[in-house]
Nanobody, 121 residues
Framework: QVHLVENGGGLVLPGGSLRVSCAAS????????MGWYRQVPGNERELVAQ???????KYSGSVQGRFIIDRNNAENTVFLQMHMLKPEDTAVYYC???????????????WGQGIQVTVFS
């Protein structure tokens, strides 16, 4: 079993910055893609940013140029640095990891519990 724990959410003014982190623990052989998604009530969960094990990142159009995703493979951790935050960035942010738990094993997807980010004026 693998657990993902997010940290760093909170309240921020428009134009401000916030950094959230997600640490994976448990039965981990290797983590492939890691990513951040977000969801607001009544909407589907949407991709914010994703990063491969090798560091290749992709972003949704709404955050491109404002958010940066990075990771520490040795510590099984992924980060999301958010700049120039807008009220429409308000959401619950979820960490996702594609984890291989044993050599030659399948890749399983795990999610964090979610962390609230609120941008308000």
């Amino acid at each position: 079993q693998v657990h993902l724990v997010e940290n760093g959410g909170g309240l921020v003014l428009p134009g401000g910055s916030l950094r959230v982190s997600c640490a994976a623990s448990g039965s981990i052989f290797r983590i492939n893609d890691m990513g951040w998604y977000r969801q607001v009530p009544g909407n589907e969960r949407e991709l914010v940013a994703q990063i491969s094990r090798g560091g290749s990142a992709k972003y949704s159009g709404s955050v491109q140029g404002r958010f940066i995703i990075d990771r520490n493979n040795a510590e099984n951790t992924v980060f999301l640095q958010m700049h120039m935050l807008k009220p429409e960035d308000t959401a619950v942010y979820y960490c996702k990891a594609d984890v291989i738990e044993a050599m030659w094993g399948p890749s399983n997807t795990y999610w964090g519990q979610g962390i609230q980010v609120t941008v308000f004026s």
